[in-house]
């Protein structure tokens, strides 16, 4: 399994083949905008309390088997063996394929405490390098270089691996990119060496949004997202995933729900996250935002807390993505079924 | 160094590059006249720019903010009043919250420096023919669909290269050009209030005046601190109704007019500015309600210019204004009563000019961005029938 981490990584080099990409080359787009999202969305979640065995860490090998299943099960594939490399190998070239360049947007503000796990993005590249994608041409990245490191990422420029670098590395495009209410320049890393975005956010409480996670996670993709925190970022969230530059490459979104805080966010606040060891995994973002945010207002009623709504900050922004403006999904829950692996 | 040329005056001007900031503001003592200024720098990559420049070096406790529960606090510098949790921002993007202390990132962070005629500004009636040493760093705490200059003020300070420069080193670049003035101006410097206030104190030891070109959204307490420090105020009033305010800039109107009204009242010498974009805030009534509002609580001697609209940002879809519409502008206001009603950004208008409101002679001639004639006397009156003419006219 590929491993991000300082410890293995030179392991997971060494199974790298030959080859390599030129960071800010231009990638033409694979596929123009996406259509407005079909009668039913799918979100699959799955979950394993045995995942970090009797200590704290995650066990990698059991976090793997949870993203197959995951994935199997969003893809339809129910009836698949988690251990059926065909059917696990088939689901991931529906994503990406040896022609393309995969930018893999991760989330790392939260330090170790609550950033999408190296594990599981070293899961996700092995599986894309297995669907025939080149381990140059899969690109790990956030806002900040040195954010990442602080959340346990190893930095990698060049060579024949996988990439993993902030946009601070390479800089934001010079034009602005605009829809609504949001005017920004967007990430180069997304612009210009990515064909297929993978949105890699996690499970977590924002005092001023209500929570973030997939949709709002692309604020860590352009130059200024201090401007759209207000009102609850309601509509700027919906607003930037309009940017064609980002519709038109997200192609999955996998939640990292391994860690997840229902309160006290976006901070690490070790006493207001819990290990909820599960993943997250749909198409559509809205609609996992809506069930990744349902999760979290369940979290908040066991440990006695108002409701977001009752503390006025409820995420209106999912709405907002859903509705006649923007349609990026669904929000509606009998328009979401909820998938349990 | 980043920032952007004018075509007129705006607060967007031609900054110095690199290298000639250095020479200017850290080591050279010739003067640095206009035609050795660059053309718009291109920037090193922002690898490297983040690699030069030391965070904890511009780094320093906010002054204006108060703590609250959970390592949060609030932000008292400017009407929004940002409640900012822990490793997060304001809205300006320059002020950051590190386990709930709260720090300017911008401190003595430098991304603009230019010297610019104190008619850019534009002040008119403040040491006409004199320039000043025009600074700015990142960020800014409204968001106007117009702004020339949106690549240095709508950014992080991380994502644009800047330069280190001490409110000493600031001062002492000012008196090496000859500029007796050092001006804020370019982003919006309620962002960089410490900074400005220590630079300013920094001038006048060393006998160096200082300017600030705002937005005036601002909190009173902060204003008084901050701005109590300049020897002259430039406003830019960007309409006369809340809806383009929450709109257009997203602000507010109501606390721009109390700055205006508390600026009067500290006895600063203020002149505002009124950019007119087609279509949004160049209707008669508004032009009217303007002029009223600013006879009634600033008096008839507070300059107000009308300046011309080009678009940029997130205004491209509109036209530049047409003269005839500034020239609407102004004389609605002239005929509300205000004595010094200008046009900007059209060169050679003769509404640039400054003229006796009692004898109607001209006593100042503007050409651009030059003052091209000054008759107003020492003891500030007009030479032709002694009518007191309010301003800073000599230094």
């Keep these: ?341 | 160094m980043k920032g952007k040329s004018a075509t007129a005056e705006c607060p967007a001007c031609t900054p110095i590059d690199r290298r000639s900031f250095l020479m200017c503001a850290l080591a050279s003592g010739a003067a640095l006249g206009a035609g050795e200024l660059a053309a718009p720098a291109v920037a090193v990559p922002l690898a490297s720019c983040a690699e030069s420049q030391s965070d904890a070096q511009f780094t320093f406790e906010a002054r204006f903010y108060e703590k609250l529960a959970n390592r949060k606090i609030r932000c008292k510098l400017c009407p929004r009043e940002c409640i900012v949790g822990d490793k997060e921002r304001g809205y300006c993007g320059v002020r950051e919250n590190r386990g709930g202390v709260y720090y300017t990132l911008v401190h003595s962070r430098v991304c603009a420096a230019h010297i610019d005629p104190i008619e850019k500004k534009p002040l008119f009636h403040y040491l006409p023919g004199t320039t000043a040493f025009s600074i700015a760093t990142a960020g800014c705490n409204v968001n106007c669909k117009f702004c020339q200059n949106w690549d240095i003020s709508q950014s992080r300070p991380e994502e644009i290269p800047a330069e280190y420069v001490s409110p000493h080193q600031a001062a002492a670049a000012a008196l090496q050009n000859n500029c007796p003035t050092i001006a804020y101006t370019y982003s919006e410097p309620v962002v960089f209030a410490e900074y400005l206030m220590d630079t300013a104190d920094a001038g006048h030891a060393a006998g160096v005046r200082s300017i600030v070109v705002s937005n005036g959204y601002i909190q009173h307490d902060s204003l008084v601190e901050a701005y109590g420090k300049m020897d002259a105020v430039k406003i830019d009033l960007k309409a006369f109704t809340e809806s383009y305010y929450t709109k257009v800039v997203t602000g507010q109107l109501k606390p721009v007019l109390e700055t205006l009204v508390t600026l009067r009242k500290m006895g600063k010498w203020t002149e505002i500015v009124y950019l007119v974009v087609p279509t949004l805030n160049d209707d008669d009534a508004e032009f009217r309600g303007l002029a009223q509002w600013v006879k009634a609580n600033l008096g008839p001697d507070v300059p107000l210019h009308f300046t011309q609209f080009h678009p940029e940002y997130l205004l491209k879809n509109l036209p530049i204004t047409p003269v005839p519409t500034l020239e609407r502008a102004k004389a609605i206001a002239d005929a509300e009563g205000l004595h010094y009603v200008y046009i900007g950004n059209v060169p050679g208008h003769p509404a640039q000019n400054t003229y006796c409101p009692q004898c109607r002679k001209m006593l100042v001639e503007r050409v651009g961005f030059t003052a091209s004639q000054l008759l107003i006397r020492k003891d500030s009156t007009c030479p032709f029938c002694r009518h007191k003419i309010p301003g800073i006219w000599h230094a």
């Design chain 1, 1 to 341: 399994m590929t491993d991000l981490s300082d410890q293995s990584r030179r392991n997971f080099l060494t199974q790298c083949l030959a080859g390599a990409v030129a960071c800010g080359a231009g990638a033409a787009l694979r596929a123009p905008a996406q259509p407005p999202p079909a009668t039913k969305s799918c979100v699959a979640i799955a979950r394993d309390p045995m995942l970090r065995g009797a200590g704290m860490d995650l066990d990698p090998h059991r976090l793997a088997a949870l993203l197959d299943r995951t994935m199997l099960a969003l893809f339809g594939s129910v009836h698949a063996t988690a251990t059926s490399n065909e059917s696990i190998l088939a689901v991931w070239r529906r994503i990406a394929g040896p022609d393309d360049t995969v930018s893999l947007k991760v989330n790392t503000l939260g330090g170790r405490g609550i950033s999408t796990h190296v594990d599981l993005v070293a899961a996700v590249c092995d599986r894309l390098q297995r669907a025939g994608v080149h381990p140059a041409n899969m690109i790990v990245w956030d806002r900040d270089t040195e954010e990442m490191e602080r959340s346990g990422f190893r930095i990698a420029i060049g060579g024949d691996r996988v990439q993993c670098y902030g946009t601070d590395r390479v800089g934001y495009e010079d034009e602005l990119s605009a829809w609504g209410s949001v005017g920004s320049r967007l990430s180069k890393i997304l612009t210009r060496s990515s064909t297929v975005l993978i949105n890699l956010p996690v499970l977590k409480d924002h005092d001023g949004a209500g929570v973030t996670i997939a949709l709002k996670n692309m604020y860590g993709a352009i130059h200024n997202p201090n401007k759209y925190h207000p009102n609850g970022c309601d509509p700027y969230v919906a607003d930037l995933n309009m940017l064609p530059e980002i519709r038109s490459r997200l192609k999955l979104v996998i939640c990292d729900a391994t860690a997840a805080m229902y309160e006290g966010g976006p901070g690490f606040k070790p006493e207001h996250s819990w290990k909820a060891n599960s993943l997250l995994v749909s198409e559509d973002a809205v609609a996992l935002d809506y069930t990744g945010w349902q999760m979290i207002e369940h979290k908040r009623a066991e440990m006695g807390l108002k409701t977001l709504e009752a503390e006025q900050r409820a995420p209106h922004y999912i709405a907002t993505a859903a509705d006649g403006q923007h349609r990026l999904g669904h929000c509606d829950p009998s328009r979401i079924a909820v998938v349990e692996a």
